[in-house]
């Protein structure tokens, strides 16, 4: 079970995140929040068994922001921006 209040080696920290927020946390070189956006869920689109576990935890694709839980997915899949 995914501790969901816990703190990586960084200061990032598991909770709600908007979704172009946290992308561009992964991308912060993007020209906007919308084009990070984009690589990130193509990221997340490759690596299947992550979201094949995105959705069945209730991922909502039309959400504006990803639950403390889905952020700590993607970080145990994708590792911390």
């Not at 909770?15 to 993007?30: D, I, M, T």
């Not at 956006?37 to 689109?45: C, E, G, V």
């Not at 979201?51 to 990803?66: D, N, P, Q």
């Amino acid at each position: 079970m995914m501790d969901m209040n816990r703190k990586h080696d960084t200061n990032f920290a598991v909770r709600a995140y908007g979704k172009s927020e946290l992308a561009l946390l992964y991308f912060p070189a993007a020209s906007s929040g919308h084009t990070a956006l984009n690589h990130l869920m193509a990221w997340i689109t490759r690596c299947k068994e992550l979201r094949s576990k995105l959705e069945a935890g209730g991922y909502v694709k039309t959400a504006k922001y990803f639950t403390p839980k889905e952020v700590a997915m993607i970080t145990d899949y994708l590792g911390e921006p």
